[in-house]
């Protein structure tokens, strides 16, 4: 299909500016994703207004020949918001918030960035949790999970979704929470873009308290050794208390987040300041917002991105001794192994409440190089494939999806188990049996486990899955 004509089907009930082609002199920054490694050229880049609007775009989509992609934020690492030859749905002018503090919930347009959910819940002394990443979609993020500085106390973000508004594949307009659709509210939370366009979201706030931040580094030669006291330390943490950790060529960075009652927050994070001799550091007390947004610089737009990410239970002295080597051949100056602290209300969550997967972990990892220069890629990616799976081979089954710079039915197999799987692809054939929404980590249509699946690709890898295993 031309270009032309494909913009035609859409001009018809979409004023011009909402219709970007390659002529045009926005198309080539709209274009553009987050992880400068994807580089593009859809056909046709729509910017809908309203959720009217979204529902006659995925109608019309679904009669093309052409794929489909549906960007929120552009943040993934594969580049799923973006596609060549396709049409691109750009959420970005969906980005109204509206905050009720009288009942604690906060309605979220599919197109706001985490900052402006920050923003507009922090006026009220409000939190709703989520990533660390301010220029981050906040739906992408939801709907493969979302955890943060404050997760363990409130839970992730989708344990804290109590219903969406949402265009399926068919156009139809809904409402899902979990009494109106309980199965498909379960796989919305974690399944990822799988389901249907999510152009709204109801989230549950819960009240945030005063911010307490410690932040200490340590030298390379003392990183296993930070790591493993770290992981004695964060055992019997309070849930107010979580702590990330960044291991790069320079050393570890420790920081250890408090929210509630200020009183308790120093003395808390100050555990962290001596892990293997006196850290370099202190304590801070930043807002919440400009807490978020530390991590936006280093992770900027356009910037090169791989990861591999995975959950462990408590840092084993092997695990902190593989964590020390990878630091020791970091590619760049950015390249590191990032961490982040579960467990606590993350872990009160039954592992078959939501499709996302991972409730039992301690830990969530992700080895991810960071850099610009693209002579730099084959030597960054075999870092970061090298590193990662050598980290995975002493970690706990599962993987998070969000998070994965590798694509296809391995990495997502891996992020939610056969049963799950069996689960979503059954509720995959039931909502979009076609599979238009298939950029993604995606489940592929099926009535089953290793039932008929309505891709010949999939078939196949389901027979060389039987053939393995004897069945």
């Known amino acids: 299909m031309t270009t032309s004509a494909l913009a035609a089907d859409f001009l018809r009930f979409l004023p011009a500016e909402a219709v970007v082609t390659p002529d045009n002199a926005e198309y080539d920054g709209l274009r553009r994703v987050w992880n400068g490694m994807i580089d593009r050229l859809p056909l046709v880049i729509l910017r809908p207004r309203n959720v009217a609007e979204v529902s006659r775009c995925v109608s019309v989509a679904a009669t093309t020949s052409v794929p489909l992609s549906v960007r929120g934020g552009g943040h993934s690492f ?55 990443v301010s220029h981050t979609g906040a739906g992408g993020l939801t709907l493969g999970g979302g955890m943060g500085y404050t997760s363990r106390r409130f839970g992730m973000t ?106 308790d927050g120093e003395a808390l994070v100050g555990r962290y300041s001596e892990l293997a001799g006196q850290g370099e550091g202190g304590v801070s007390h930043p807002d919440f917002v400009q807490l978020q947004s530390i991590g936006d610089e280093a ?36 390249s590191e192994i990032y961490m982040i602290q579960l467990g606590g209300a993350v872990s009160d969550v039954a592992e078959d409440a939501t499709a996302y997967s991972g409730r039992s972990a301690g830990f969530y990892w992700l080895a991810q190089p960071i850099w610009d220069d693209p002579s730099e890629d084959a030597v960054c990616l075999a870092w970061g494939r090298q590193y990662g799976a050598a980290l995975a081979a002493q970690s706990q089954a599962g993987n998070y999806v969000n998070e994965q710079g590798e694509t296809g039915r391995d990495t997502v197999m891996q992020a939610y188990g056969l049963a799950k799987y069996a689960r979503l692809s059954k509720l995959k054939a039931r909502v979009d049996p076609k599979n238009l929404f298939r950029l993604n980590q995606n489940i592929v249509p099926s009535d089953g486990a290793f039932g008929k699946c309505n891709d010949v690709a999939e078939t196949a890898a389901v027979a060389r899955g039987r053939a393995a295993r004897g069945s």
Not at 302 to 309: D, I, L, T, V
């Open 158 to 263: 989708v344990d804290n979704l109590l219903g969406v508004e949402m265009v399926m594949a068919d156009g139809r307009i809904i409402e899902v929470d979990a009494a109106s659709d309980p199965e498909l509210f379960w796989g919305l939370r974690g399944g990822g873009g799988n389901f249907g366009v999510v152009t709204k979201f109801r989230f549950r706030m819960h009240a945030l308290g005063s911010v307490t931040v410690g932040q200490w580094s340590y030298p390379p030669e003392r990183c296993a050794e930070a790591l493993v006291r770290l992981g004695e330390i964060a055992v019997d943490a309070p849930l107010e208390l979580s702590v990330t950790l960044s291991a790069a060529a320079s050393g570890l960075y420790v920081k250890a987040v408090h929210s509630g009652n200020e009183g």
């Open 78 to 132: 594969p580049g799923f918001s973006t596609c060549d030859k396709g049409i691109v749905l750009d959420l970005s002018r969906l980005n109204a918030i509206l905050a009720d503090p009288a009942v604690s919930t906060v309605n979220v347009e599919g197109g706001a960035l985490l900052g402006d959910v920050d923003r507009a819940t922090a006026v009220y002394g409000m939190v709703v949790p989520a990533g660390v």
């Open 299 to 334: 992770t900027r737009w356009g910037r090169r991105y791989y990861g591999r990410g995975g959950f462990i239970g408590p840092i084993t002295p092997a695990f902190a001794e593989t964590v020390a080597e990878c630091t020791a051949t970091t590619p760049t100056d950015d």
